[in-house]
Each structure stands twice: as structure tokens, then as C-alpha cells.
């Protein structure tokens, strides 16, 4: 079972793919945290994409791909995954599904949290004080906001476009309520 999880950033996505694990019995893949941890341990990939991280700029595609089907071997992985801020651009997705197809898998539902940009913009800035992520920052923000807006959007009709079951559920709210949204939105669908 392979959920993409979609919104754009400060839409709750880390958060509710923590929560739907147990529904789905599967483990949250987020690549930000990926590279977020290996730029903190300080190894030869994290040096390299520690500045990309901070300037809120992508990966470049084939650094992110090895990064992901690495994680996806992982045992706890075996059974599928819900992959949170990956894929980002129609060409990520088109390798993905590549990479999948290699071992028997493919993409199974795409869940998109819609959230207003206002709502986005504070909740980014909260979590900029709270967690000093370097790249919640003002400039960085817009960047990304804009960069979900011309990049990741078409990946949501990409895979409409394959026949992929494309599930929306309101990001706006409590932390409880999205989730029972989420949830229910994957019951509709048969996949929770």
C-alpha cells in the first residue's frame, strides 16, 4: 500500500501521516525529515543539501530518488508506506512510479489536505519559532508555496490522470478533526 500524502507546506502533512500509520499499518515517510537528518548528522549528503535545505530549494531529483528507495527497502517498509513531500514534480513521480514498478508496487491512493493560504503562512511561522527549522523562514515560505502552486499541483492530476483514486479532505482545523477526515476519507475509498 503506497499513499501519497499532498498539501501544500504548513497543510499538516507530517502530522496527519504520523496519525493515519495506525490506520494504515504502514510507515510515514517524510523525505524532508530524511534530509533533514542526514544534513543534522552531518554526513557527505547532508553537507551537500544543508544549503538547498536552508535557501528552501529542491533536491536535485536523483539525489532524492536514491534517498527514497533506500528508505523504501527498509523491512518496516515492506508492506507499503504513506511518502509525505515526495513526489514534487511530475518527472519525481514518473520515477517513482518506475522504481515501484521494479519490486511489484505502484502508487494506491493520493490524499490531499486543502488548507487556505493564510492559515498556511501562520502555522509555517509557529512552527519556524517553535522548532528553529531554517527553512521556515519569510522568503523561504513564499518560495515554497509557489514552487507546491507550478510544480507539485500537476502530480495530483498526474496520477487522476492513471486512474489513481485522488482523496481530498479539509486541513483546516484541529489536529483531531483533520484526522477523522483523513480517515474517513480513506474509508470512502475503500483503503482504510
Known amino acids: 500500500m503506497i499513499c501519497l500524502l499532498f498539501g501544500p507546506p504548513g497543510s ?31 554526513t557527505a549528503l547532508g553537507r551537500g543539501v544543508a544549503p538547498l535545505l536552508a535557501a528552501g530549494e529542491l533536491v536535485p531529483d536523483e539525489l532524492m530518488q536514491q534517498v527514497l ?51 498556511l503562512i501562520g502555522r509555517l511561522v509557529h512552527r519556524a519559532a517553535e ?8 522568503a523561504s515560505i513564499a518560495e515554497r508555496l509557489a514552487g507546491y502552486r507550478q510544480l507539485t499541483e500537476p502530480v495530483i492530476d498526474y496520477y487522476r490522470g492513471k486512474g489513481v483514486p485522488v482523496l481530498e479532505a479539509n486541513g483546516t482545523g484541529d489536529v483531531d478533526t483533520v484526522h477523522r477526515r483523513t480517515v474517513r476519507a480513506l474509508e470512502s475509498a475503500g483503503v482504510a
Open 12 to 42: 499538516g502533512k507530517g502530522t496527519q501521516a504520523e496519525l493515519l500509520t495506525a490506520a494504515l499499518g504502514v510507515p510515514h515517510v517524510s523525505t524532508g525529515d530524511l534530509l533533514r537528518a542526514e544534513a543534522a548528522a552531518g
Open 69 to 119: 528507495e533506500q528508505r523504501l527497502r527498509a523491512p518496516d517498509a515492506a508492506r507499503g508506506a504513506i511518502l509525505d513531500g515526495y513526489p514534487r514534480t511530475v518527472r519525481q513521480a514518473r520515477a517513482l512510479d518506475a522504481c515501484l514498478a521494479r519490486t511489484g508496487r505502484r502508487v494506491d491512493v493520493v490524499l490531499v489536505l486543502g488548507v487556505d493560504e493564510t492559515t
Open 131 to 138: 522548532q528553529h527549522r531554517a527553512d521556515d523562514n519569510p
